[in-house]
């Protein structure tokens, strides 16, 4: 079965500095997603990608998928406040419109 | 535009007792519908998916059942809740293979 790894698990950065969250997985991406949670809430839809090299931003933050690295890697420019959260990544089971997800990355922001 | 409700946002349980959970969809038609558990620390895990009035696929055997006596409700029972069933609970859908779009989430802990 597909597994996504999320790296890091967490990350504490200074308001207003860049970070990247990575997401690997274990066989070949059919599409890769990516998911805002606010703890105790719902997921928010960031962002799709579905083709090798294909990159896409939403906001400040980007998202762009390499398909030979079976990665996909998010990155946030000048981080705010609102951008706190948990971030997951999920991916097309084989293109069974089942998705897997990552564990997540727990972004936190100091001001 | 489309909207997915789920009740109670809330939920404590005793060990034994029985458990309905209901997801609902406005402003789209023959959804695929989805529910996902998410347990403390842990990434979301697939429980069960619909894609269609009555059709229901389970992703892991386990003390719950899923139901969908219409288009747009998506049920999620129990008989006899055990400990290891509290988590976060989360219904998705989607048009056919598209984005999956997460309601608010039910958050259930059995004593």
């Known amino acids: 079965s597909q597994e996504l790894e999320q790296s890091p698990q967490s990350l504490i950065v200074q308001e207003g500095k860049n970070l990247t969250i990575n997401c690997t997985s274990s066989?070949?991406?059919?599409?890769l997603y990516w998911y805002k949670q606010k703890y105790g809430e719902g997921l928010i839809f960031l962002m799709m990608?579905?083709?090798?090299?294909e990159e896409k931003s939403h906001e400040k933050i980007t998202a762009k998928l390499d398909e030979k690295k079976q990665q996909s890697s998010l990155h946030i420019t000048a981080s705010q406040p609102s951008h706190a959260g948990i971030y997951l990544c999920?991916?097309?089971?084989?293109?069974?419109?089942?998705?897997?997800f990552g564990q997540g990355t727990r972004l936190t922001i100091n001001p | 535009s489309q909207t997915i409700h789920q009740w109670p946002a809330t939920l404590v349980q005793p060990v034994g007792s029985p458990l309905s959970l209901e997801c609902t969809v406005e402003g789209t038609s023959n959804p695929n519908l989805y529910w996902y558990r998410q347990a403390a620390g842990r990434g979301l895990q697939l429980l069960f998916y619909?894609?269609?009035?009555?059709?229901i696929s389970s992703e892991v055997p386990q003390n719950l059942s899923a139901s969908r006596p219409q288009d747009r409700q998506f049920i999620l029972s129990s008989k006899k809740l055990l400990l290891s069933d509290s988590g976060f609970y989360l219904c998705?859908?989607?048009?056919?293979?598209?984005?999956?779009?997460f309601g608010p989430g039910t958050r259930l802990l059995v004593l």
């Open positions: 999920g991916a097309d089971s084989q293109g069974a419109q089942k998705l897997v």
């Open positions: 998705a859908w989607a048009a056919g293979g598209e984005t999956q779009y």
């Open positions: 619909s894609v269609g009035i009555g059709q």
């Open positions: 990608l579905q083709k090798g090299g």
């Open positions: 066989k070949t991406l059919y599409g």
